[in-house]
Structure formats: structure tokens, C-alpha cells
């Protein structure tokens, strides 16, 4: 069984400029979360996507947003990027609420900011 | 808020020297805590979930253990490959979000 997919894996961006991160959920998930792995810093909720609707985000601006399509698989992306925002961006899937913090991880998008 | 404090922030044992790390938290009405294994490079891979005081979970070389207030991941007779960052995480009741600590760095030295 594949797992989370995330693409890409690298990329370098300056600042000012958007990104576009893409996630594919396990089959059968129809819950996407994404977080934000700064360095020095633990994981920090991003956003939460289930059955197509955005259920929950996390203290970050609104420049970042995301949304996901018909079959689960999800954006994320960041507008006006900042310095700041280096990190590698994890996305994951459950395959519902009852074991919610179960969660599946893919192996990240690492974005650097110069 | 929540919050979650991990300790120590780095480990070095020899194999098998067996040790814990703690995980302390807080949080308005625990729905779950949960025990994360991240390896250089990769996303963070599920281990444990404990819902209450008092409960335990195995697997393999690891124990997690659950108070009112704090986590404990036991690891007795570590081996190398246990080398990694170990991350804990809680869900507070009527939340969907994982609050995640800052991890333990764990090398286990042949």
C-alpha cells in the first residue's frame, strides 16, 4: 500500500514569491492535515482538510491557504513568502476522526527561502 | 494552551543501556497522547497512543507510560537502529490538532 506522497521534495524560492505543495493521502484517507517543521521548533498545525472542506487552521497568516480535491489529495500554498518560512512542510492522513491523532506522514517538501 | 515539554533534548546511550524520556504536558481535557518516531530526513512515524492515567503500551523495545501529567518512553536494551528523534504530541478534547513537543534527540552508540 503506497503511502503519503509529497512533491517535491526540495525547492528553493526568494522572497516575495508563492508556493505550491502537493499531497496524495493513503488510499481510502479522507483526511489531509499539514504542519509546519521549522527548525529548532516542533511541529506546528497548519491546517486541516476532511471530505473537501477545510475544518480547522492554525496561527499562521492567511497567506497561507490550501484546499483539497474530490479525491483527498491536497495543496498547500504559501503567498509572499518570508524568510521565515524555511522549514519542511509535512503533510498527513488519517482515515478519520475516531483515531485522529493517528497519523500517516509523508516525508516532507523542504522549502528554503533566500 | 496546550503545551508539551519533552526532555532531555538530546540522549546518547550505548547499546544497551537502557534509559527514558519525558514528555510533560498540559492541556484542557486530554483526548490522546501520542508517541512519534522521526528519522533524518523523513516524516514522523506513529508509535503509541495512551487515552488515560495509568495506561501502557509495547512494542518491541519501547514502553509508554501515561499520568495526569507526563509521558514516559522507556527504551530498555536500546539498539543502534532505535537511533532517532523521538516526538510527542497531545489532542486536546474537541480538537482535531496535534500540539507536538520540541522531540528527543536519541544515538544509541554500538
Known amino acids: 500500500e503506497a503511502g503519503v506522497t509529497q512533491s517535491p521534495t526540495h525547492l528553493i524560492k526568494t522572497r516575495g514569491q508563492q508556493v505550491t505543495l502537493r499531497c496524495s493521502p493513503i488510499?481510502?484517507?479522507?483526511?489531509v492535515y499539514w504542519y509546519q517543521q521549522a527548525l529548532g521548533l516542533g511541529l506546528q498545525f497548519l491546517l486541516w482538510?476532511?471530505?473537501?472542506?477545510?475544518?480547522n487552521r492554525g496561527n499562521f497568516p492567511p497567506r497561507f491557504s490550501g484546499r483539497q480535491f474530490p479525491n483527498y489529495s491536497s495543496e498547500l500554498n504559501v503567498n509572499a513568502l518570508e524568510l521565515e518560512d524555511s522549514a519542511l512542510y509535512l503533510c498527513?492522513?488519517?482515515?478519520?476522526?475516531?483515531?485522529?491523532?493517528?497519523?500517516?506522514f509523508g516525508e516532507g517538501s523542504r522549502l528554503t527561502v533566500l | 494552551e496546550d503545551q508539551v515539554t519533552q526532555s532531555p533534548e538530546a540522549l546518547r546511550l550505548q547499546e544497551g543501556e537502557s534509559s527514558s524520556l519525558n514528555c510533560s504536558y498540559t492541556?484542557?481535557?486530554?483526548?490522546?497522547l501520542f508517541w512519534y518516531r522521526q528519522d533524518p530526513g523523513k516524516g514522523p512515524e506513529f508509535l503509541f497512543t495512551l487515552y488515560s492515567a495509568g495506561e501502557e503500551k509495547e512494542k518491541e523495545r519501547l514502553k509508554a507510560t501515561l499520568t495526569k501529567k507526563e509521558s514516559f518512553l522507556h527504551i530498555t536494551a536500546p539498539k543502534p537502529e532505535d537511533s532517532a528523534t523521538y516526538l510527542c504530541a497531545v489532542q486536546a478534547g474537541g480538537s482535531e490538532k496535534l500540539v507536538f513537543g520540541k522531540g528527543t534527540k536519541l544515538t544509541v552508540n554500538p
Open positions: 492541556v484542557s481535557g486530554l483526548r490522546g
Open positions: 488510499s481510502g484517507h479522507t483526511s
Open positions: 482538510y476532511d471530505e473537501g472542506e477545510e475544518r
Open positions: 498527513a492522513s488519517s482515515p478519520g476522526t475516531v483515531k485522529a491523532g493517528e497519523l500517516f
